[in-house]
């Protein structure tokens, strides 16, 4: 992994253990996520026992897989 991929994941996983568990700080940590591997879409889910529901994503297009 390149030094500046591995540090910019250590600082997304800084900022979740300090303060990321409201909507605001969860829509920081997919962005965070999405600029550092450069994906086209990320999505944080909340899982239950009968479905997946999004809280938190980049971009304005839906997933290629839902």
Avoid at 23 to 49: D, F, H, L, N, S
């Amino acid at each position: 992994m390149k030094p500046a991929t591995l540090k910019q994941l250590q600082e997304i996983g800084a900022f979740v253990l300090a303060n990321g568990c409201d909507k605001r700080g969860m829509k920081e940590v997919v962005e965070r996520i999405q600029r550092a591997r450069k994906y086209r879409w990320v999505a944080m889910y909340r899982v239950t026992k009968k479905e997946f529901v999004i809280v938190a994503e980049t971009g304005i297009e839906p997933p290629a897989y839902p």
